[in-house]
């Protein structure tokens, strides 16, 4: 059984304080990626997690923890290609669960569809300064081109901005994460209103 796509809007947050100020504002699709945690860290910030989202009609994906993500009731967990490498997929299908991947190249779209997930995710699409990557800019062309070629929802990563977004759409993208807009924001609340503003003008546009 598939899981939906995420939201057009889509905010990636590094742990739970970044969940209990951002979803209560209206995020539908969100995603927790947490690092170098301790295991009972790990689960207690799922746990939270998926409550805080079950309360406010939120999607949460976890990020690369698919063990934790099955054991605790997850419905969507999201890999990169590491994790991606060393992880049952046939475990996390029968458990229920939604799967997105990461790509960046034309290797790892191929072994991301052999997955069959729901969606994939290409990045970066724009430079970006959240961490260092061995891929180029992938730029709109190339997006249009993984859409086309990836027969599933598509969601585009890196370096994307709201005077990004409106172009990031048009060249294919079902969804749009963000992260250092969002966490790098001084004011991280009014970032998010301004994007789901613009998710819900954008939707409707495609009506």
């Known amino acids: 059984m598939s899981r939906p796509v995420p939201d057009l809007f889509y905010p990636i947050v590094p742990d739970l304080t970044w969940i209990e100020r951002l979803v209560p504002l209206g995020v539908r699709t969100v995603q927790l990626r947490l690092k170098d945690a301790e295991d009972g860290e790990i689960a207690r910030q799922i746990v939270a997690g998926l409550a805080i989202c079950k309360a406010h009609g939120c999607e949460l994906i976890v990020n690369d923890y698919w063990r934790y993500a099955i054991m605790l009731g997850a419905s969507y967990v999201h890999l990169g290609q590491e994790d991606l490498a060393g992880a049952d997929v046939a475990a996390i299908r029968a458990a229920g669960m939604g799967l997105g991947i990461s790509t960046h190249d034309e290797r790892e779209l191929a072994i991301a569809l052999a997955a069959d997930p729901d969606y994939v995710a290409l990045g970066p699409i724009y430079e970006t300064i959240l961490k260092k990557m061995k891929w180029a800019p992938q730029g709109l062309e190339r997006l249009g081109r993984w859409k086309a070629r ?32 969002i966490v790098t924001s001084p004011t991280p609340e009014r970032r998010i209103a301004d994007w789901l503003a613009w998710s819900r003008t954008s939707a409707r546009g495609r009506l």
Request: neutral net charge.
């Open 150 to 181: 990836a027969g599933r929802p598509l969601v585009a990563i890196g370096g994307i901005t709201l005077a990004r977004a409106d172009g990031v759409r048009a060249a294919g993208a079902d969804s749009i994460a963000v992260v250092t807009d």
